[in-house]
């Protein structure tokens, strides 16, 4: 069966590679918006399995995987900023303090589909001004939900990640081999994932 993923994100793809699976990329045409659900976790499953139902209507014959990662703090979604002066925001509002980040996994085949998500707990430093705007001047933080990346120059900012580390980059890979085993796709073990940025 073809294995396809309805992402472009460069994260999702590496992730997804390393569990041994061969897949091809078809990025779905659903804009990345926030889900209007007041519950965070549900808003990031319906957008995963929007983009997932999308690339699965252009592909009726493949297994397609689609993904949505939220930021959550004090129960308020953060997605992608959509300018310095958000990301700044975004950045202010999480120092030195705890947030959770959600990723919910969609699996669409021929009218059959799955949805689960995943919760991780990432506690931030309390970082000043200055490496707020050392990190936007990166360029790193405009297309990642909450503003930062755990797995690139983001990292410097972050204390501690409680729970899934592949989840905070953009994919659980645990939940994502059982769900792809469980539709008869051959997976590799994921590789244990550092436990501190």
Do not use: W
């Not at 897949?23 to 957008?47: I, M, N, W």
């Not at 050392?134 to 983001?154: F, H, I, S, W």
């Not at 580390?165 to 997976?187: C, E, Q």
Request: include cysteine; proline fraction near 8%.
């Amino acid at each position: 069966m073809r294995l396809i993923l309805a992402s472009a994100s460069p994260r999702r793809r590496e992730l997804l590679a390393t569990l041994g699976c061969p897949f091809e990329v078809v990025p779905s045409g659903v804009a990345e918006a926030l889900a209007a659900e007041p519950d965070p976790r549900r808003g990031a499953e319906t957008l995963a399995l929007a983009k997932a139902r999308e690339v699965a209507r252009r592909e009726p014959d493949a297994l397609v995987l689609g993904a949505d990662t939220v930021v959550v703090l004090d129960g308020r979604p953060l997605g992608k900023p959509g300018s310095p002066a958000e990301a700044r925001a975004f950045l202010r509002a999480l120092a030195g303090r705890s947030h959770e980040v959600i990723t919910a996994v969609a699996l669409v085949e021929a009218g059959r589909e799955t949805v689960e998500s995943v919760r991780s707990r990432v506690r931030m430093r309390g970082y000043a001004e200055a490496e707020i705007e050392a990190y936007l001047a990166t360029g790193e933080p405009y297309d990642k939900a909450g503003g930062y990346a755990v797995q690139g120059e983001g990292r410097r900012l972050v204390a501690e990640v409680e729970g899934c580390y592949t989840n905070v980059v953009g994919l659980p890979l645990s939940t994502t081999a059982r769900l792809l085993a469980s539709r008869g796709i051959p997976v590799r073990a994921p590789a244990a994932p550092p436990r501190a940025p």
